[in-house]
Structure formats: structure tokens, C-alpha cells
């Protein structure tokens, strides 16, 4: 597709559950981002990868949350041993551009409920 | 620390009315750039305008302009003959200039009534 995907767009999980949040970006997109939207709320930094090289995760709220992009395209956001304050809706983001990127391109989310 | 504070959390106006959401920044670093966001009930964030910190320059595009005054740590946003296609979130952020990551205000729901 042209956009950035995301994928499951909902899950819910259950106290103590690992979970697994895909984002497939733009193709050729060089940075990929990870927010965390929770309801009400503007989006928060979780982390930041250049190409496979994840430059940035010091918004990664506790060593529960774990990401990866190990060929440089499409990324996963692990969570293990779900909590309920883990429910937000995750948001993936991508740019063409390395450091600084102008503009970013979100996917829709996937609403993350945590029971 | 790098802050964006929005203080309206919704406003409601009828079709073909003026509106202006506010956004109030703070940062220590000198070179910084601000943004605006819209996010529609799809959920992405759709990208609307990039200021920097150097370029105070009003800026308009088709129904919507935005205001930047640094004096005042401001940068809002105004759309004219606001249509129902404008109901929406509203989102300010604020990213520095060595970083990559952008700060985002708590958003305003806009909704325009017909």
C-alpha cells in the first residue's frame, strides 16, 4: 500500500500477556518512530530507528517494551507481561529523511486494550 | 525539557465560522521547529505545516494560516470558513534541532457543525 500499515488494528489481551504490534512504513522510508497515544492525549515518544539501528529508545516507559526493525523496513513493538496502563492506541510513523525528519507519515494505530 | 501546552481542549463552532487554536511551546534550545498535526477519526496523523525558530513569516495555505511569535512562544493556527471536513483533533508539537523526536500537546478536538 502507499501508506504506513499497521497491524492487528485492535487487541486485547489480558493481564500478564506478551503482545506483538506490526508496522509495515513507506517503503524506502529511512526512519521509523513508535508513539503511544493514551485516550485523550497527545502522542509520546517511545522509540526511534535509522534504517535497522535503533537510534533512540529512551521513551520506552519500562524494560517490558521491546522494539525491533532488524532489516531496516518493517518494525515490531513487543510488550511483555501486558499491564492495564499499557492500554493507548500505538502509533508508528515513518520518513523518507534520516535525522531531523521534516515530515512524518502515521499509520492508523492499533488500539491496544489490556483487560 | 520541551513542553507544548494547548489550552483548549474543544471547541465547537457552525460551518463557515473563523477558528483559531491556540499553541504555547517552551524550549531552551534556540533552533527548534514546530508543527502542526490534524488526526480525523481514522486515527494517523495527517501532517499540516513545519515552522522553524528562524522563519516568523506568516504563513497561509488555501483556508488555513498560521501565526508564529516567538516573543510569545506561540504558534496558532486558524482556519477560515471552517466545513465540516475540518472536524478533527488538532495537534501542536515542538521537536529541537539535534533531536528527532517531536513533543505533542494534549490535542483540541475541533467540531464543526453544519
Known amino acids: 500500500g502507499a501508506g504506513v500499515s499497521q497491524s492487528p488494528r485492535y487487541k486485547v489481551a489480558k493481564r500478564g500477556q506478551d503482545v506483538a504490534l506490526r508496522c509495515d512504513p513507506i517503503s524506502g522510508h529511512v526512519s521509523l518512530f513508535w508513539y503511544q497515544q493514551a485516550l485523550g492525549q497527545g502522542p509520546e515518544f517511545l522509540t526511534y530507528?535509522?534504517?535497522?539501528?535503533?537510534?533512540?529508545k529512551s521513551g520506552l516507559p519500562s524494560d517490558r517494551f521491546f522494539a525491533e526493525r532488524p532489516e531496516g523496513s518493517v518494525s515490531t513493538l513487543k510488550i511483555q507481561r501486558t499491564q492495564q496502563e499499557d492500554s493507548a492506541v500505538y502509533l508508528c510513523?515513518?520518513?523518507?529523511?534520516?535525522?531531523?525528519?521534516?515530515?512524518?507519515?502515521f499509520g492508523s494505530g492499533t488500539q491496544l486494550s489490556v483487560l | 525539557a520541551q513542553k507544548v501546552t494547548q489550552a483548549q481542549t474543544e471547541i465547537s463552532v457552525v460551518e463557515k465560522e473563523d477558528v483559531t487554536l491556540d499553541c504555547v511551546y517552551e524550549t531552551r534550545d534556540t533552533t527548534y521547529y514546530l508543527f502542526w498535526y490534524k488526526q480525523p477519526p481514522s486515527g494517523e496523523l495527517v501532517f499540516l505545516i513545519r515552522?522553524?525558530?528562524?522563519?516568523?513569516q506568516n504563513e497561509i495555505s488555501g483556508r488555513y494560516s498560521w501565526n508564529f511569535q516567538k516573543s510569545t512562544s506561540s504558534f496558532n493556527f486558524t482556519i477560515t470558513a471552517s466545513q465540516v471536513v475540518d472536524s478533527a483533533v488538532y495537534f501542536c508539537?515542538?521537536?529541537?534541532?539535534?533531536?528527532?523526536?517531536?513533543?505533542f500537546g494534549e490535542g483540541t478536538q475541533l467540531t464543526v457543525n453544519p
Open positions: 508539537a515542538l521537536r529541537g534541532a539535534s533531536g528527532s523526536r517531536l513533543t
Open positions: 530507528f535509522q534504517n535497522e539501528a535503533q537510534l533512540d
Open positions: 515552522r522553524n525558530s528562524f522563519d516568523e
Open positions: 510513523a515513518s520518513s523518507l529523511q534520516g535525522a531531523a525528519p521534516k515530515k512524518l507519515f
